[in-house]
């Protein structure tokens, strides 16, 4: 399996395949611009890294579970075909099907803005395309194609985890003008016309397109900047204390060194894509 993910993916010493400690299949990249990797389990982003940074842009738990049928808490988990609690069957798993689901690399080679890969899984209502060029920043696409012959609709979340210095240091810009439904309240409220600040559990879900988000942490001395591409939906979510102590696979005080911006179209902005369409969420992640 690796020999021949290598044979057939690899790319010299900047895109090799390896079993991680927990036998799952993964990819590490090294090239002149960053280090990366990924697991085939979820098409799951694991870590990048530009040259220009001391720190790593996306947040690991120490905690993560590495098994085919459970999510990898952290990176780039993909939430599809629906966001958090299915509505319809409880007993189906959070944040839908894909996340716990070995894909296959489709392509990868090298581009003008870096290594790219392209993960790919068929579902029965859907093919999914997932493209990542690694490179001085991490640009993500996710190709979702209707295989049926009636329109469907889905939810999808690029639920990114970005590793701060300290979460009561930060700040995100960007927002000001979104209102956003507090997932805590249930309520809707109105835009703040601030930056937000991470003072307790947070898990809001702002309504809207925008451009760029801006996530300030000054003890990184760097500014991290989220633009969304075909996205309504953003999501921005720290557990704070007692969410992170009830959770088995994060460290009770990871709260500190986190959060999570998510590009997605969830609730009133999911997806109805017509019989054989196929629509695109993309985001691209820099450091300044
Ligand atoms: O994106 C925010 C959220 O929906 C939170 O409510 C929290 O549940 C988080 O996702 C993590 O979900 P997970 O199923 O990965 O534990």
Known sequence: ???????????????LFQQHASGLTQGIIRTERCT?????????????????????????SG????????PIRGGVPICFPW??????????????????QLWQMRESRMTADGLMIALGIDQPSFSLLFRVVFGDSLDMSLQIKNA????????????????????????????????YRDQLTGQTVAPTGAPIRFTEETDRVYHGAVAE?????????????????????TVVWNPWI??????????????????????ANVATSGWLIPAGKEQTIGVDISCV
């Open 36 to 60: 990366g990797s990924f697991f085939l389990l979820g098409a799951h982003l694991a870590s990048f890294q530009p040259r220009s940074q001391a720190q790593p842009v996306l947040f690991m």
């Open 148 to 179: 049926t012959q009636a329109e469907q609709c889905c939810e999808v979340a690029l639920h990114t985890y970005f590793q701060l210095s300290d979460v009561h240091a930060v700040q995100v810009s960007g927002l000001e003008k979104q209102a």
């Open 213 to 233: 988000i801006r996530l300030n942490d000054p003890g990184f001395q760097r500014t991290i900047v989220v633009r969304p591409r075909a996205s309504q939906s």
């Open 242 to 263: 007692a969410k992170s102590q009830r959770l088995a696979d994060f460290g009770d005080q990871e709260y500190l060194t986190m959060c999570c911006i998510e590009t």
């Open 63 to 70: 905690e993560a579970v590495y098994e085919v049928g459970k």
């Open 83 to 100: 966001f958090g609690p299915n509505k319809a069957d409880p007993a189906a798993p959070a944040h839908g099907t894909v996340r716990t």
């Open 1 to 15: 399996m690796i020999d021949q993910l290598n044979a057939t993916f690899g790319i010299g010493e900047q895109l």
